[in-house]
T-cell receptor, first 117, second 109 residues
Framework: GAVVSQHPSWVICKSGTSVKIECRSL??????MFWYRQFPKQSLMLMAT?????????EQGVEKDKFLINHASLTLSTLTVTSAHPEDSSFYIC?????????????FGDGTRLSIL | GQNIDQPTEMTATEGAIVQINCTYQ??????LFWYQQHAGEAPTFLSY??LDGLEEKGRFSSFLSRSKGYSYLLLKELQMKDSASYLC??????????WGAGTKLIIKP
């Protein structure tokens, strides 16, 4: 149980393109989903916390107008990287926590590797 | 402030035992998590401790001492596939995870 699906797994696109990444909890409902970014050989960096039905909470230094998050349902959150540039190239990973308990581990999607040319 | 400390890198031999330590400082405490992350992949959940003591799960065990703000992950009978980064994360009073930078474990034959 507790499967999180993330799509797409790999994106290569031109600079200036907007890219949407989907994160779905397949067998549980997730009130909260998390979006992380990880550069090569670096640790996970939390970008934002996505709450169903409300605005996302962004970490300091993360541009909310550039990284648009929508948590439209209890099983789906999306991250849109708007007007992506080469410096946005990274490994983006979402995670979700089942809604029935705060003491649940975060379950991660497989990640999306974004390469901006 | 909130902080998680763990060694950057460790090396061990196949078949041996290794202990990865983690110290934490969080605003409130709702448990300590360990995750495994292979290169190029997303993290996978290994263990959760909220009470003092040792939790054993197959070849992996995790220990917590709340009074010392300390945890360790113990890996026994090491296999080459255990080569990965091991992430320690503390959950604060808001149920948010505070992540360590990860310990890269290198297993040698």
């Amino acid at each position: 149980g507790a499967v999180v699906s993330q799509h797409p797994s790999w994106v290569i696109c031109k600079s200036g393109t907007s890219v949407k990444i989907e994160c779905r909890s397949l067998d549980f409902q997730a009130t909260t989903m998390f979006w992380y970014r990880q550069f090569p050989k670096q640790s996970l960096m939390l970008m934002a916390t996505s709450n169903e039905g409300s605005k996302a909470t962004y970490e300091q230094g993360v541009e909310k107008d550039k990284f648009l998050i929508n948590h439209a349902s209890l099983t789906l959150s999306t991250l849109t990287v708007t007007s992506a540039h080469p410096e946005d190239s990274s490994f983006y990973i979402c995670s979700a926590t089942p809604r029935d308990s705060d003491y649940q581990p975060q379950h991660f999607g497989d990640g999306t590797r974004l390469s901006i040319l | 402030g909130q902080n998680i400390d763990q060694p950057t890198e460790m090396t061990a031999t196949e078949g041996a035992i290794v202990q990865i330590n983690c110290t934490y400082q969080t605003s409130g405490f709702n448990g300590l998590f360990w995750y495994q992350q292979h290169a190029g992949e997303a993290p996978t959940f290994l263990s959760y401790n909220v009470l003092d003591g040792l939790e054993e799960k197959g070849r992996f065990s995790s220990f917590l001492s709340r009074s010392k703000g300390y945890s360790y992950l113990l890996l026994k009978e090491l296999q080459m596939k255990d080569s990965a980064s091991y992430l320690c994360a503390g959950m604060d009073s808001n149920y948010q995870l505070i992540w360590g930078a990860g310990t890269k474990l290198i297993i040698k034959p």
